[in-house]
T-cell receptor, first 109, second 117 residues
């Protein structure tokens, strides 16, 4: 059983569309991070959210941490082919992070 | 470029062999983490070191071991290799280990792709 669930598992959309991916858990996390990973590369940190209800914006990406600090969402506006990749969420728990299985996004030109 | 370096980038070896993967953390980071990523298991935490001492263990097999040296670089040793050990192995570093309610950001290296034949 995964401590962190991510949905959808796969998402294929056209350039210019909007999308939201989700990261859910039954556990409370001290913080939550979002990463993007491209094939053959290491995950690259996008954002860290630490406060329940917190919203952070990074250009076309909007991240939200749930009020109860158990879930998070990532919304991308006007997706571009460069957004293609595996999006991973990771919850801070004690001394470490627990990673979700990821959402694999493909943005077609 | 995250500032974390890993060598080698690719490694092909036979079952039963032993290999060593190397990681140099970002300048100033004292904590190092090792992860294994395979297609069916996702990113799995293996072990964490802080300033030379083991801090936390995850899903690390007894055939695997690691250490962090005084210069803060780390090595992951994998022995008696099996086909199922084929995966990407990532090292990440952070300025300090996360404790209690404080989580420090991790920066990942480019990984070592291990193929066991």
């Amino acid at each position: 059983t995964q401590l962190l669930e991510q949905s959808p598992q796969f998402l294929s959309i056209q350039e210019g569309e909007n999308l939201t991916v989700y990261c859910n858990s039954s556990s409370v996390f001290s913080s939550l991070q979002w990463y993007r990973q491209e094939p053959g590369e290491g995950p690259v940190l996008l954002v860290t959210v630490v406060t329940g209800g917190e919203v952070k914006k990074l250009k076309r990406l909007t991240f939200q941490f749930g009020d109860a600090r158990k879930d998070s969402s990532l919304h991308i506006t006007a997706a571009q082919p460069g957004d293609t990749g595996l999006y991973l969420c990771a919850g801070g728990r004690g001394q470490n992070f627990v990673f979700g299985p990821g959402t694999r996004l493909s943005v077609l030109p | 470029d995250s500032g974390v370096t890993q060598t080698p980038k690719h490694l092909i070896t036979a079952t039963g062999q032993r290999v060593t993967l190397r990681c140099s953390p970002r300048s100033g980071d004292l904590s190092v983490y090792w992860y294994q990523q395979s297609l069916d298991q996702g990113l799995q935490f293996l072990i964490q070191y802080y300033n030379g001492e083991e801090r936390a263990k995850g899903n690390i097999l007894e055939r695997f071991s690691a250490q962090q040296f005084p210069d803060l670089h780390s090595e992951l040793n994998l022995s008696s290799l099996e086909l199922g050990d084929s995966a990407l192995y990532f090292c990440a570093s952070s300025v300090a280990p996360s404790t209690g309610g404080v989580s420090y950001e991790q920066y990942f290296g480019p990984g070592t792709r291990l193929t066991v034949t």
